[in-house]
């Protein structure tokens, strides 16, 4: 396992050619390198905790951040989806006052903070293939 | 007569009582203060699982700056979109971020590479030599993934969570962790050949495909939005705060110009009505002075002495003139009727 998974870049070429010719999987070998600079949100100790729970040990710390960074990636997509889903409820919602102009809507959206509750999370999570039964104490 | 299970361990660790999954876990700060109180366990700085990710974290602090200065901008200047101060008598206040909340991320040049930069020098991690890590346990786990749920949910641009929300995403991706890892453990397990407890890109990217979400090169993309994320919040406060700048200046030169039209005397006060006259400090008042009075009034200097030493009077319009015939024929006819003293000539 100490060699770059097999993929070997070429030599003696420009930067723009090398640009140009570099494959899918030199995109991922020169992207494996790159998470050595990379701590992912996620500690590399907790997914280790996982992945010892799944059997593996002592496994390659670039293995570790990837799928370090797939956990947090799934984050951001429920949290991306669960932010569309506020911002359109919150924009349908009718605003009060009379005749507000363009510019103060825009900039109250701006300005709008934003609060995640269940009753965004759910739908976002459901696109996910998570199905959630809200329980009735939760608000 | 003591009982001894089968099973049991050697050096009785398993006696211990264990936490619940969902109880909170301190952090080091706090743990090292609590230490002079007495805890059922050591802590050592061995055992140490850092909870910062300098990239979301500088993206973070950067957006909550820019909002703040935003605020401060849009508090002080007007909201026609000239961006004037509006009140030029009152100060803006001045913004000092402390030197504490900028991020490792610029310190070790990190952030100033380009993308695409790949170290040439192999390294430990490089080559993928094995690592070992701390052992956790479950509710240091938990924490951990709720410390890194909040940040996340704070980059993409929420503010507040609920308590079951919070609960939820943490729950999700606890699942989702273990769901990858089984995933990971299948596709291990459908390779024929003897394959070590280490797993592989291979598997990694069947472990992708066996959950139906995206390859791995997806992970690539994500990573560089990250990082464009980061230089667009960035470069989003640049922008701002020299706005900012250029506000403050405005309104502290304006703030000083008010200053030095320093306090009115009476003299200066009454000099206002001549245009030839000198103040107490020995200068001649004129131009900008007399205009902002005569504009204030709506009148030349002269007319405005002139009502003052009641010379208007004699000075009338054409229009008073014929008002004060008419006034001096009814006045003649009324007293004509009456038998009193009628004056002669024009009042």
Same mark, same amino acid.
């Given at each position: 396992?100490?060699?770059?998974?097999?993929?070997?870049?070429?030599?003696?070429?420009?930067?723009?050619?090398?640009?140009?010719?570099?494959?899918?999987?030199?995109?991922?070998?020169?992207?494996?390198?790159?998470?050595?600079?990379?701590?992912?949100?996620?500690?590399?100790?907790?997914?280790?905790?996982?992945?010892?729970?799944?059997?593996?040990?002592?496994?390659?710390?670039?293995?570790?951040?990837?799928?370090?960074?797939?956990?947090?990636?799934?984050?951001?997509?429920?949290?991306?989806?669960?932010?569309?889903?506020?911002?359109?409820?919150?924009?349908?919602?009718?605003?009060?006052?009379?005749?507000?102009?363009?510019?103060?809507?825009?900039?109250?959206?701006?300005?709008?903070?934003?609060?995640?509750?269940?009753?965004?999370?759910?739908?976002?999570?459901?696109?996910?293939?998570?199905?959630?039964?809200?329980?009735?104490?939760?608000? | 007569?003591?009982?001894?299970?089968?099973?049991?361990?050697?050096?009785?660790?398993?006696?211990?009582?264990?936490?619940?999954?969902?109880?909170?876990?301190?952090?080091?700060?706090?743990?090292?203060?609590?230490?002079?109180?007495?805890?059922?366990?050591?802590?050592?700085?061995?055992?140490?699982?850092?909870?910062?990710?300098?990239?979301?974290?500088?993206?973070?602090?950067?957006?909550?700056?820019?909002?703040?200065?935003?605020?401060?901008?849009?508090?002080?200047?007007?909201?026609?979109?000239?961006?004037?101060?509006?009140?030029?008598?009152?100060?803006?206040?001045?913004?000092?971020?402390?030197?504490?909340?900028?991020?490792?991320?610029?310190?070790?040049?990190?952030?100033?590479?380009?993308?695409?930069?790949?170290?040439?020098?192999?390294?430990?991690?490089?080559?993928?030599?094995?690592?070992?890590?701390?052992?956790?346990?479950?509710?240091?786990?938990?924490?951990?993934?709720?410390?890194?749920?909040?940040?996340?949910?704070?980059?993409?641009?929420?503010?507040?969570?609920?308590?079951?929300?919070?609960?939820?995403?943490?729950?999700?991706?606890?699942?989702?962790?273990?769901?990858?890892?089984?995933?990971?453990?299948?596709?291990?397990?459908?390779?024929?050949?003897?394959?070590?407890?280490?797993?592989?890109?291979?598997?990694?990217?069947?472990?992708?495909?066996?959950?139906?979400?995206?390859?791995?090169?997806?992970?690539?993309?994500?990573?560089?939005?990250?990082?464009?994320?980061?230089?667009?919040?960035?470069?989003? &406060? *640049? !922008? /701002?705060?020299?706005?900012?700048?250029?506000?403050?200046?405005?309104? =502290?030169? #304006?703030?000083?110009? $008010? %200053?030095?039209?320093?306090?009115?005397?009476?003299?200066?006060?009454?000099?206002?009505?001549?245009?030839?006259?000198?103040?107490?400090?020995?200068?001649?008042?004129?131009?900008?002075?007399?205009?902002?009075?005569?504009?204030?009034?709506?009148?030349?200097?002269?007319? &405005? *002495? !002139? /009502?003052?030493?009641?010379?208007?009077?004699?000075?009338?319009?054409? =229009?008073? #003139?014929?008002?004060? $015939? %008419?006034?001096?024929?009814?006045?003649?006819?009324?007293?004509?009727?009456?038998?009193?003293?009628?004056?002669?000539?024009?009042?």
């Amino acid at each position: 396992m100490g060699d770059n998974f097999g993929i070997h870049r070429g030599q003696g070429k420009k930067v723009s050619e090398m640009v140009e010719d570099r494959t899918q999987g030199q995109v991922l070998s020169d992207f494996m390198m790159q998470l050595e600079d990379y701590t992912p949100t996620i500690p590399d100790a907790v997914t280790s905790f996982y992945l010892n729970s799944a059997g593996f040990e002592g496994a390659d710390p670039r293995i570790v951040r990837l799928i370090s960074i797939a956990a947090q990636k799934f984050v951001s997509d429920v949290a991306n989806d669960a932010l569309q889903h506020c911002k359109t409820r919150t924009n349908s919602a009718p605003s009060s006052g009379h005749g507000s102009s363009k510019n103060q809507n825009q900039k109250s959206s701006k300005d709008r903070k934003y609060t995640l509750t269940m009753e965004d999370l759910q739908p976002a999570l459901n696109d996910y293939g998570i199905t959630v039964r809200k329980a009735h104490y939760f608000v | 007569m003591k009982r001894n299970h089968w099973g049991k361990l050697a050096d009785g660790s398993d006696d211990r009582k264990e936490l619940d999954a969902n109880d909170l876990v301190l952090t080091m700060s706090k743990m090292d203060k609590f230490q002079q109180i007495k805890l059922p366990y050591t802590i050592t700085k061995e055992k140490r699982v850092p909870l910062k990710n300098p990239l979301v974290t500088q993206t973070v602090e950067v957006m909550k700056q820019t909002e703040m200065i935003q605020t401060l901008i849009d508090t002080y200047s007007t909201k026609s979109g000239c961006n004037y101060i509006l009140n030029p008598c009152q100060l803006m206040p001045t913004v000092h971020f402390p030197a504490s909340n900028v991020v490792d991320l610029t310190r070790m040049e990190k952030i100033t590479r380009p993308f695409w930069f790949v170290l040439p020098d192999e390294t430990p991690f490089t080559r993928g030599d094995r690592r070992n890590y701390v052992k956790l346990s479950k509710p240091v786990v938990l924490q951990a993934l709720r410390k890194a749920a909040c940040g996340l949910l704070c980059m993409e641009g929420f503010s507040e969570i609920n308590e079951s929300a919070l609960i939820m995403i943490v729950d999700g991706l606890d699942q989702y962790l273990r769901l990858l890892t089984s995933a990971l453990r299948s596709a291990r397990s459908e390779q024929d050949e003897e394959i070590g407890p280490v797993p592989t890109l291979a598997m990694v990217q069947r472990m992708c495909h066996g959950i139906g979400r995206a390859p791995v090169y997806q992970l690539h993309n994500y990573y560089k939005k990250l990082m464009n994320k980061n230089r667009d919040e960035v470069r989003e &406060f *640049k !922008d /701002i705060y020299q706005e900012y700048d250029r506000l403050l200046q405005e309104n =502290q030169l #304006s703030v000083q110009n $008010m %200053q030095k039209l320093g306090d009115l005397k009476e003299e200066d006060y009454m000099s206002f009505l001549d245009p030839q006259s000198h103040s107490s400090n020995g200068t001649t008042m004129d131009g900008t002075a007399m205009n902002i009075i005569n504009f204030i009034n709506g009148e030349t200097v002269n007319g &405005f *002495k !002139d /009502i003052l030493e009641g010379e208007l009077l004699e000075n009338s319009s054409t =229009q008073d #003139s014929s008002d004060q $015939m %008419q006034n001096q024929q009814f006045y003649q006819a009324d007293s004509s009727s009456q038998g009193g003293f009628a004056p002669s000539g024009p009042m």
